[in-house]
């Protein structure tokens, strides 16, 4: 019952209630971008989401323009691409904040599987083969609460399928206040995505 309606209903309802809340930041945030590095204030990329479909993600711009597109634990010297502002965003996770338009078009949830590049192919072919991209991708998930990009590609799909093979308001509820704890710590963002 959860699974089917009230994850969604929920969505919706705390998306809107946040858009409204972090409007006044947002906008700060989008001035602090421009006025800090030249490029939009934006990054859109195309990821894997339910059923592996691809959608358009919004996040707000943490790199260089021109930054080479490959995952962040094949970059050598990424601190030497992420923009002053960049690096508040990231730890903070602020640069997230975006992809609420996302939860609102239904393409994520809150709560699942992060939303994958094809700079991580391999987790998303072994998505499919399980089934765990049968549920929408979420802000933070089971994956991330457990190592994010501490752990490896396989751990990774593990936990993914673990998620949604086992959706529950406890589930849900136990991730959300396990990624506070983590932004606050600071734990296993030291390669975060873009």
Avoid: C
Avoid at 35 to 61: A, C, E, M, N, W
Avoid at 94 to 115: A, K, T, V, W, Y
């Amino acid at each position: 019952m959860y699974k089917k309606y009230f994850k969604r209903f929920f969505d919706v309802a705390f998306g809107i209630l946040f858009l409204v809340v972090v409007m006044i930041p947002g906008i700060v945030i989008a001035v602090l971008i421009k006025l800090t590095s030249k490029g939009p204030v934006f990054f859109v990329q195309d990821r894997f989401g339910q059923h592996s479909k691809k959608f358009r993600i919004y996040k707000f711009r943490t790199m260089a323009v021109g930054t080479p597109s490959v995952a962040n634990q094949d970059f050598t010297n990424i601190d030497s691409y992420i923009t002053p502002i960049g690096k508040i965003l990231r730890a903070t996770s602020l640069d997230e904040l975006p992809q609420i338009i996302n939860i609102l078009h239904g393409e994520m949830s809150f709560i699942g599987p992060r939303p994958l590049a094809s700079t991580d192919i391999e987790v998303v072919e072994i998505r499919k083969t399980s089934g765990a991209d049968q549920v929408r991708p979420g802000i933070t998930g089971l994956a991330q609460v457990k190592g994010r990009n501490l752990i490896t590609n396989e751990d990774k799909a593990r936990f993914d399928f673990e998620y949604s093979t086992n959706v529950s308001l406890w589930l849900d509820v136990t991730i959300i206040f396990r990624t506070a704890t983590s932004v606050i710590l600071r734990s296993g963002i030291n390669a975060q995505e873009r």
